[in-house]
């Protein structure tokens, strides 16, 4: 009995392990399924991705070989076309071929260069001339105009001179295109030239020559040397064409600053009027209260017995009389300057702005004189004026344009003309203002005050760092 039950122990326990092991099995089953379920899967999606991959191809290929053959097509037509043009003119040249060799009188080709030389005359000054000519302003002045005229002649020569250089049709051709550019771009710079831009147009154009030269050093090698020496001429040409063309817009300024100087003197003549008139009535109401004290002495006097008061109303009627008169003459002064040319000229200077090499000449009517020179000094520049010749004269803006005209060269703006500084020692200008007048008292020390004392003590400020 204990035998059998041993050994359905056994057997149950070995039922145990087949059934674990069963389960194992079964596992192990399942999770090579998945796998290989795994593996089809990305089997397929892989199939899939290059299908698609391919039909895109496909579809490409397609698309190109439809464009292919749409382009082949017309090709096939602009062959046919050509084909055609060419059989045509193949057969046109071997008629007239033949026609010149049957018949050589038959073509004029006396006519033929009689045709080309009115065809190059009707373009102008030769083919090598732009065909379009923009209006430049050197045009409306015959000085200018002749100035240009004789500059342009240079350039023709130029051109005349180095074309014979030029063996080869292609070279020549190359420089013909090449020398048509050339002005054209010219014709350009001095279009776009203003007053203000005289700088950028010169570097235009002598970017122009650069750009050229930098073309011909990358083209025919063998031309480059002439090229290279015919470019390095005909730029100062170009400089000069365009220092012509702004002598015109350097005339215009100086026109308008003409104008503004003409007006600025009206208004400064204005002012100093202004000025005058308001002396004039000063001078009036101080002569109405002198007036007003004679009458009143002299009716003292008239009403007055004892003889010393009498003398001493006599003595101050007398004094009176004269300051009415000094009155009378300074209203007679102011007049004339109202009315007249008389005034002040003066030469200063202002060492602590400008130095010891520039002057200002210039001319007022005031009374006081002082009173211009302290206006000049005001808030524009950091120290006063020094006055080296202040010239009273009937005609001061005579006296004022002799000195001006005798500086000319040494004018320090010579398009502004209202900025009256001029380059000058004081030597030389004593000697010219006193040339003009003997009699002018003409200071030479550049005293300068106020500069010198400011010098001084930065210098001390410096010395006690």
């Given at each position: 009995m204990f035998k059998k039950i041993k050994e359905w122990f056994h057997l149950e326990r070995s039922l145990e392990e087949k059934k674990r092991l069963l389960i194992e099995l079964e596992q192990t089953l399942n999770q090579k399924e998945q796998l290989v379920e795994s593996i089809k899967l990305e089997a397929k999606a892989s199939i899939q991705s290059e299908l698609d991959l391919l039909v895109q191809q496909r579809v490409a290929a397609d698309s190109k070989l439809s464009e292919t053959m749409d382009n082949l097509s017309s090709v096939e037509k602009k062959v046919t076309k050509l084909t055609n043009a060419a059989k045509k003119f193949k057969a046109d040249s071997v008629g007239i071929k033949t026609l010149i060799d049957k018949f050589p009188n038959a073509v004029n080709y006396d006519l033929i260069a009689e045709e080309l030389s009115i065809l190059e005359s009707a373009l102008g000054e030769g083919v090598l001339e732009t065909l379009v000519q923009l209006n430049l302003h050197h045009q409306d002045s015959k000085l200018l105009k002749k100035e240009m005229t004789a500059n342009n002649r240079e350039i023709t020569k130029l051109l005349k001179a180095y074309e014979g250089r030029y063996n080869t049709k292609a070279n020549k051709t190359i420089y013909h295109l090449m020398v048509i550019g050339l002005k054209a771009e010219l014709q350009n710079i001095l279009h776009k030239l203003k007053y203000t831009n005289l700088t950028q147009m010169e570097s235009e154009a002598k970017?122009?020559?650069?750009?050229?030269?930098?073309?011909?050093?990358?083209?025919?090698?063998?031309?480059?040397?002439?090229?290279?020496?015919?470019?390095?001429?005909?730029?100062?040409?170009?400089?000069?064409?365009?220092?012509?063309?702004?002598?015109?817009?350097?005339?215009?300024?100086?026109?308008?600053?003409?104008?503004?100087?003409?007006?600025?003197?009206?208004?400064?003549?204005?002012?100093?009027?202004?000025?005058?008139?308001?002396?004039?009535?000063?001078?009036?109401?101080?002569?109405?209260?002198?007036?007003?004290?004679?009458?009143?002495?002299?009716?003292?006097?008239?009403?007055?017995?004892?003889?010393?008061?009498?003398?001493?109303?006599?003595?101050?009627?007398?004094?009176?009389?004269?300051?009415?008169?000094?009155?009378?003459?300074?209203?007679?002064?102011?007049?004339?300057?109202?009315?007249?040319?008389?005034?002040?000229?003066?030469?200063?200077?202002?060492?602590?702005?400008?130095?010891?090499?520039?002057?200002?000449?210039?001319?007022?009517?005031?009374?006081?004189?002082?009173?211009?020179?302290?206006?000049?000094?005001?808030?524009?520049?950091?120290?006063?004026?020094?006055?080296?010749?202040?010239?009273?004269?009937?005609?001061?803006?005579?006296?004022?344009?002799?000195?001006?005209?005798?500086?000319?060269?040494?004018?320090?703006?010579?398009?502004?003309?209202?900025?009256?500084?001029?380059?000058?020692?004081?030597?030389?200008?004593?000697?010219?203002?006193?040339?003009?007048?003997?009699?002018?008292?003409?200071?030479?020390?550049?005293?300068?005050?106020?500069?010198?004392?400011?010098?001084?003590?930065?210098?001390?400020?410096?010395?006690?760092?």
């Open positions: 970017a122009l020559i650069d750009k050229y030269l930098t073309i011909c050093g990358e083209g025919n090698a063998s031309i480059l040397p002439t090229i290279t020496k015919f470019l390095t001429e005909l730029e100062p040409l170009f400089y000069n064409a365009i220092q012509i063309e702004y002598k015109y817009y350097v005339q215009k300024e100086k026109e308008k600053e003409e104008q503004r100087l003409i007006r600025e003197q009206m208004k400064l003549e204005a002012e100093e009027r202004r000025i005058l008139e308001e002396e004039k009535k000063k001078l009036e109401k101080e002569a109405e209260k002198y007036q007003q004290e004679l009458a009143k002495n002299r009716e003292l006097l008239e009403k007055e017995a004892d003889p010393e008061k009498r003398m001493a109303l006599a003595e101050r009627l007398e004094e009176l009389t004269q300051q009415v008169n000094q009155l009378e003459e300074q209203k007679e002064e102011i007049v004339k300057r109202a009315n007249g040319r008389a005034g002040y000229v003066y030469v200063i200077s202002n060492l602590g702005s400008f130095g010891n090499q520039m002057f200002k000449v210039g001319m007022t009517r005031r009374l006081n004189p002082q009173d211009r020179i302290d206006e000049l000094g005001n808030a524009s520049v950091p120290f006063r004026f020094d006055i080296h010749a202040m010239v009273f004269s009937d005609n001061a803006v005579g006296l004022e344009q002799a000195i001006h005209e005798r500086l000319a060269e040494k004018r320090v703006n010579k398009i502004n003309l209202r900025k009256e500084f001029f380059y000058a020692d004081v030597a030389s200008l004593q000697e010219l203002v006193q040339d003009i007048d003997p009699t002018v008292e003409f200071t030479t020390t550049l005293l300068a005050e106020e500069y010198r004392q400011s010098q001084s003590i930065q210098e001390e400020a410096l010395h006690v760092v």
